[in-house]
């Protein structure tokens, strides 16, 4: 019972809530308690009336959960909410700004949301913070008094839990509450503090997987092993694998050296994946789609990359079980573990080649820790989700191209953004079978495949920004003659910290039998339409991330998942452009018609004045005709009047 002067305490920023018929109000200086800024500004109830209305507050169980409801519902008008404070919902209560002296509790501090003749009390309230759900600000310090959730009707507020006790003291992490409320995009968002509108109610999605801890019993077992069958041993049996040998690593070890893996490397390894508890302090969550804000970025240091490999090289991940590159136990997510690329099946060649790749970055990281190194330099993990632009209402011009040299690697040019052409499960067969441009770059940058940790398959809204990945191996070949031709120094320069290397992981349509019309859909509108914003997605980057204007890109899509190199070479160019880059690297590697016709259709579209728009209008009215060169369909619908164009 509030009553007679007396203040209850619910936790910092609370709303005080009496049970005498008072209603929720504020009051002078001297009777206030629990404001949120710290300004003593919020109340008890005693100290003011809300109005000429008397409000009768009585209790009735939703769900299981004490509620409060107003026996009077007053006259009501739906007013304008304050900054931080929660949009009440299908109910008359009255939350306007209004003078000083009747402001309730704000989030921002500002003081500028007010109960204001209020014919209900507002629908969610602040609390303990063990009690917490929705929270405006982020700090997930939001919740219903007393684990009642204050209802209208019946109707559970957004953002409330229906068991207050199921949060934890810690409600925030990463932006995922650890309880019933968690973040997420769309219809089901409540009205956040930050204008973000990205806290929801429990509906709208169940808390995020946490990344469940390595074994460190591997670790151990593998530790005292002075040869390559006890160290086979040690992993197969208290490893979490299914397969049978590690025949590829031998090979590896074979061609590397024995002699110093054993003696120096492999202690090294186990030190590094058990350190893993020291170094995450926090558990690590799954980051899917329904993640926002700043929960779609993750930032390790080097050091916890490296111990994330070391765990994955022991075979340490528990519920990771390798299956064809995803997990037995939760397929959304990528394989981390190594198991796939040391046994003795799938493409010995290659997965030999990438276990010697691994050995080198082992190596250099051993010599920088000797050396004093802390290896705190950073490596960020972003899953950068964007919507569509109206493509045939932009006026955006299209940007220079430079076609660079036939068999150049895109990886040489490490000062421009760099697309990864991914699979959907970020890296594909890195650490397993795979050998063409996704996987050699990951295997060549190991610190890459730290995002199979965390991301599950992009959706087609989005794409993968990694950046700060160093390239530790140099590789020699191509698919199944892939060959480590060693170590490499990788000479990016570090600005403020941070090594100046990025990536942009963007998945392109697979034709391989997938579709009915075979590589003939992918002319049409809705599947150009899908490439479109697909590179869109992985070409705006953050500007946060400070990545380079110039966009390093080639072949996307157009190898094993048999797509048409010259129509994906003009879906990148419509999208890099809309997404403001500067200009275009392209690298065709082994396709002579854009070597030689792309550069000129490129430079004829621009001296016409074609903008984005023109380009799109033409790629999605599906007037292409499979079977003619698409550079010469170009040439043909924009009268450019370029001859000997290529098949």
């Given at each position: 019972?509030?009553?007679?002067?007396?203040h209850?305490?619910?936790?910092?920023?609370?709303?005080?809530v009496?049970?005498?018929?008072?209603?929720?109000?504020?009051?002078?200086r001297?009777?206030?308690?629990?404001?949120?800024?710290?300004?003593?500004?919020?109340?008890?109830?005693?100290?003011?009336?809300?109005?000429?209305?008397d409000?009768?507050?009585q209790r009735?169980?939703?769900?299981?959960?004490?509620?409060?409801?107003?026996a009077?519902?007053?006259?009501?008008?739906?007013?304008?909410v304050?900054?931080?404070?929660?949009?009440?919902?299908?109910?008359?209560t009255?939350?306007?700004?209004?003078?000083?002296?009747?402001?309730?509790?704000?989030?921002?501090?500002?003081?500028?949301?007010?109960?204001?003749?209020?014919?209900?009390?507002?629908?969610?309230?602040?609390c303990?913070?063990?009690?917490?759900?929705?929270?405006?600000?982020?700090?997930?310090?939001?919740?219903s008094?007393d684990?009642?959730?204050?209802?209208?009707g019946?109707?559970?507020?957004q953002?409330?839990a229906?068991?207050?006790?199921?949060?934890?003291?810690?409600?925030c992490?990463?932006?995922?509450?650890?309880?019933n409320?968690?973040?997420?995009?769309g219809?089901?968002?409540?009205?956040?503090?930050?204008?973000?509108?990205?806290?929801?109610?429990?509906?709208?999605?169940?808390?995020?997987?946490?990344?469940a801890?390595?074994?460190?019993?591997?670790?151990?077992?593998a530790?005292?092993?002075?040869?390559?069958?006890s160290?086979?041993?040690?992993?197969?049996?208290?490893?979490?694998?299914?397969?049978r040998?590690?025949?590829?690593?031998?090979?590896?070890?074979?061609?590397?050296?024995?002699?110093?893996?054993?003696?120096?490397l492999?202690?090294?390894i186990?030190?590094?994946?058990?350190?893993?508890?020291h170094?995450?302090?926090?558990p690590?969550?799954?980051?899917?789609e329904?993640?926002?804000?700043?929960?779609?970025t993750?930032?390790?240091?080097?050091?916890q990359?490296?111990?994330?490999?070391?765990?994955?090289?022991?075979?340490?991940w528990?519920?990771?079980?390798s299956?064809?590159?995803?997990?037995?136990?939760?397929?959304?997510?990528?394989?981390?573990?190594?198991?796939?690329?040391m046994?003795?099946?799938?493409?010995?060649?290659?997965?030999?080649?990438?276990?010697?790749?691994?050995?080198?970055?082992?190596?250099?990281?051993?010599?920088r820790?000797?050396?004093?190194?802390l290896l705190?330099?950073?490596?960020?993990?972003?899953?950068?989700?964007?919507k569509?632009?109206?493509?045939?209402?932009?006026?955006?011009?299209?940007?220079?191209?430079t076609v660079?040299?036939?068999?150049?690697?895109?990886?040489?040019?490490?000062?421009?953004?760099?697309?990864?052409?991914a699979?959907?499960?970020?890296?594909?067969?890195?650490i397993?079978?795979?050998?063409?441009?996704?996987?050699?770059?990951?295997a060549?940058?190991?610190?890459?495949?730290?995002?199979r940790l965390?991301?599950?398959r992009?959706r087609e809204?989005?794409?993968f920004?990694?950046c700060?990945?160093e390239?530790?191996?140099?590789?020699?070949?191509?698919?199944?003659?892939?060959?480590?031709?060693?170590p490499?120094?990788?000479?990016?320069?570090?600005?403020?910290?941070r090594?100046r290397?990025?990536?942009?992981?963007?998945?392109?349509?697979?034709?391989r039998?997938?579709?009915?019309?075979?590589?003939?859909?992918?002319?049409?509108?809705?599947?150009?339409?899908?490439?479109?914003?697909?590179?869109?997605?992985?070409?705006?980057?953050?500007?946060?991330?400070?990545?380079?204007?110039?966009?390093?890109t080639?072949?996307?899509?157009?190898?094993?998942?048999?797509?048409?190199?010259?129509?994906?070479?003009l879906?990148?160019?419509?999208?890099?452009s809309?997404?403001?880059?500067v200009?275009?690297?392209y690298f065709?590697?082994?396709?002579?018609?854009?070597?030689?016709?792309?550069?000129?259709?490129?430079?004829?579209?621009?001296?016409?004045?074609t903008?984005?728009?023109?380009?799109?209008?033409?790629?999605?009215?599906?007037?292409?005709?499979?079977?003619?060169?698409?550079l010469?369909?170009?040439?043909?619908?924009?009268?450019?009047?370029?001859?000997?164009?290529?098949?």
């Amino acid at each position: 019972m509030v009553g007679g002067g007396t203040h209850v305490d619910v936790g910092k920023g609370s709303l005080q809530v009496s049970t005498n018929g008072k209603g929720v109000g504020t009051c002078a200086r001297h009777q206030c308690s629990n404001a949120a800024s710290g300004n003593s500004r919020y109340c008890s109830l005693d100290c003011m009336d809300l109005g000429e209305q008397d409000h009768h507050v009585q209790r009735f169980s939703v769900m299981g959960v004490v509620s409060l409801k107003s026996a009077e519902m007053g006259s009501g008008i739906h007013g304008i909410v304050g900054k931080g404070s929660l949009q009440v919902g299908a109910c008359r209560t009255v939350v306007v700004p209004c003078a000083p002296h009747q402001c309730f509790n704000v989030a921002s501090g500002s003081s500028s949301g007010c109960i204001f003749e209020c014919g209900d009390l507002a629908e969610v309230v602040p609390c303990a913070r063990r009690q917490c759900s929705n929270a405006a600000s982020g700090t997930s310090r939001y919740c219903s008094l007393d684990c009642v959730d204050l209802a209208v009707g019946g109707a559970l507020a957004q953002g409330c839990a229906p068991v207050c006790s199921s949060f934890a003291e810690a409600a925030c992490v990463q932006g995922y509450p650890s309880g019933n409320v968690a973040t997420c995009v769309g219809d089901g968002c409540s009205n956040a503090g930050d204008g973000s509108s990205q806290y929801c109610s429990i509906s709208c999605m169940e808390a995020p997987s946490v990344v469940a801890a390595p074994v460190l019993k591997v670790a151990e077992h593998a530790r005292g092993a002075t040869n390559w069958g006890s160290l086979e041993k040690a992993i197969l049996k208290n490893g979490c694998t299914q397969v049978r040998d590690l025949q590829c690593l031998h090979m590896a070890l074979n061609k590397f050296g024995e002699d110093l893996f054993f003696t120096t490397l492999l202690p090294f390894i186990c030190d590094e994946a058990a350190s893993y508890a020291h170094l995450f302090s926090d558990p690590i969550f799954v980051i899917d789609e329904r993640a926002s804000g700043p929960s779609r970025t993750v930032e390790w240091s080097q050091r916890q990359c490296l111990s994330i490999l070391c765990n994955a090289f022991l075979c340490a991940w528990p519920g990771r079980t390798s299956d064809n590159c995803n997990s037995v136990e939760q397929p959304d997510l990528p394989s981390i573990n190594f198991d796939e690329m040391m046994h003795s099946q799938g493409n010995a060649g290659a997965q030999v080649a990438k276990c010697e790749m691994f050995l080198h970055y082992v190596a250099k990281q051993h010599q920088r820790v000797q050396n004093g190194d802390l290896l705190a330099r950073p490596v960020t993990f972003v899953r950068s989700q964007r919507k569509a632009p109206n493509w045939q209402a932009s006026q955006a011009p299209l940007c220079p191209i430079t076609v660079r040299p036939l068999h150049e690697s895109i990886d040489a040019a490490k000062d421009l953004l760099r697309v990864d052409f991914a699979n959907e499960s970020v890296g594909g067969a890195s650490i397993a079978y795979g050998c063409v441009q996704e996987e050699i770059m990951f295997a060549c940058h190991p610190e890459l495949n730290c995002a199979r940790l965390i991301f599950p398959r992009m959706r087609e809204n989005e794409a993968f920004i990694l950046c700060g990945a160093e390239q530790f191996a140099e590789p020699a070949g191509y698919a199944f003659s892939l060959t480590c031709a060693g170590p490499y120094e990788d000479k990016s320069p570090v600005v403020n910290g941070r090594l100046r290397s990025f990536v942009t992981a963007i998945d392109a349509m697979d034709y391989r039998g997938h579709y009915a019309q075979g590589t003939n859909g992918q002319y049409s509108r809705s599947f150009v339409d899908r490439e479109l914003q697909k590179a869109f997605a992985g070409f705006a980057v953050p500007k946060t991330l400070d990545a380079p204007s110039t966009l390093g890109t080639g072949n996307w899509g157009a190898g094993a998942f048999l797509g048409d190199a010259s129509l994906k070479a003009l879906v990148q160019w419509a999208a890099a452009s809309e997404a403001g880059l500067v200009d275009i690297h392209y690298f065709p590697f082994d396709n002579e018609v854009l070597h030689r016709d792309l550069q000129r259709i490129s430079e004829g579209l621009i001296a016409k004045g074609t903008t984005v728009r023109a380009l799109c209008a033409w790629l999605l009215n599906g007037s292409m005709q499979p079977g003619v060169p698409v550079l010469k369909q170009v040439n043909d619908a924009f009268q450019l009047g370029l001859e000997e164009l290529g098949a």
